[in-house]
């Protein structure tokens, strides 16, 4: 059986229950406040957005010349009513490059933690080990989630451990920590599928030699982390021909030769460069949500009568809804 938790690292049960809820809460309102939709995020960019929007007075220094073994450290100036984070510039390389580098990415959502769930009101100089120690849990908590969210880490696919760190922006450690306190270390083990490196589309055609939504070369190319499903094609029958005229929505049935009786669309989703054979084309019916041919790569006829939307509007699109009917929200 495959690991899926060391309890030597497991941290939520030091964490109240409603602590917990009161972080989901937050984190919540947070994402809705500053429209935090995509992922990997870049916390350097997530601050600086944050300072400049001003509803969360903040600051951010640099220091230099030290050599304290922080990367990034807050705290709160009651007198000016303000927020400061100070990154340390002799530990931080950004752009990151490495792994060690992504470290600094957890650790300002770490001392954004420390910001959004209140904890920097009360002097540290108040507060005993324990106490100090939970809120560092829990602002552990709230970096993870906000850095890698549920619903996203566990449909990924597990290329390889690496791979997954640096496709949410984070180190192997933190990635780690997360799934442990997910108890789904099991998932770096995971089998490994087939998920285009550059659209996430997972359903391809055992024969097909290009991915039929974004038209990628397959070969060599199916190592992608998240995956997507692209339901938003014409439905077709089992026969692969569309229930309804996807041009003027006919569905009486009463069609000839795979043509729509009322507007002689066509109702197969056919490689569009088949449709003249004398330019070489090949003749393949392709999925309703094929915007291209699995065969040669070349745009399909459903694509090219405009009845698909590009992948890449389609996949913000629905990220979009996800987010608007909240079931991002639970998904931490
Ligand atoms: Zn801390
Ligand atoms: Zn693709
Ligand atoms: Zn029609
Ligand atoms: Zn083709």
């Known amino acids: ?5 060391s309890m030597d690292h497991y941290t939520l049960d030091q964490i109240p229950h409603y602590r917990r809820q009161f972080i989901d809460a937050r984190l919540s309102k947070f994402l809705r406040d500053f429209s935090i939709k995509k992922w990997p995020l870049d916390c350097v960019d997530l601050i600086k957005n944050i ?7 903040l600051q951010i220094g640099v220091a230099a010349n030290v050599r304290d073994k922080f990367d990034a450290v807050s705290r709160y100036v009651e007198e000016e009513n303000v ?11 950004y752009p990151f ?49 906000l850095l890698m969210p549920k619903k ?34 099991d998932l770096l083990s995971s089998r490994k599928s087939k998920v285009c ?11 097909a030699k290009f991915c039929c939504i974004c ?41 000839f030769n795979g043509v729509c009786s009322k507007c002689n669309t066509m109702l197969y989703n056919y490689c569009h460069k088949g449709l003249y054979v004398d330019k070489g084309g090949c003749i393949y019916e392709n999925p309703g949500n094929a915007r291209f041919c699995e065969m040669c790569g070349s745009p ?13 509007e389609a996949r913000s699109l629905m990220l979009a809804n996800a987010v608007a009917e909240g079931s991002m929200e639970y998904s931490f």
């Open 152 to 185: 996203i880490l566990l449909s990924c696919n597990f290329v390889s451990f690496p791979a997954v760190a640096e496709y949410f922006n984070v180190s192997t450690t933190a990635l780690w920590m997360r799934l442990n306190n997910l108890q789904r270390l």
């Open 83 to 93: 927020y400061q984070i100070i990154l340390n510039r002799n530990k931080v390389r």
């Open 197 to 207: 490196n550059v659209c996430g589309n997972t359903q391809m055609h055992y024969v």
């Open 300 to 312: 399909t006829y459903f694509f090219s009568m405009g009845f698909l939307k590009p992948w890449e």
């Open 215 to 255: 038209g990628n070369k397959l070969e060599n190319n199916l190592n992608g982390i998240e995956r997507t499903h692209y339901f938003d094609g014409v439905k077709l029958d089992r026969y692969q021909e569309a229930c309804e005229c996807p041009y003027c929505g006919d569905s009486s049935g009463y069609w």
């Open 51 to 57: 300072r400049d929007d001003k509803r969360i007075p």
């Open 97 to 145: 490059q490495n792994s060690r580098d992504r470290r600094l990415n957890f650790t300002i959502g770490h001392e954004l933690g420390h910001i959004i769930l209140d904890h920097l009101y009360i002097p540290d100089t108040l507060k005993n080990d324990e106490e100090r120690h939970i809120e560092d849990l829990e602002a552990n908590e709230f970096a993870g989630k």
């Open 1 to 5: 059986m495959p690991l899926i938790c």
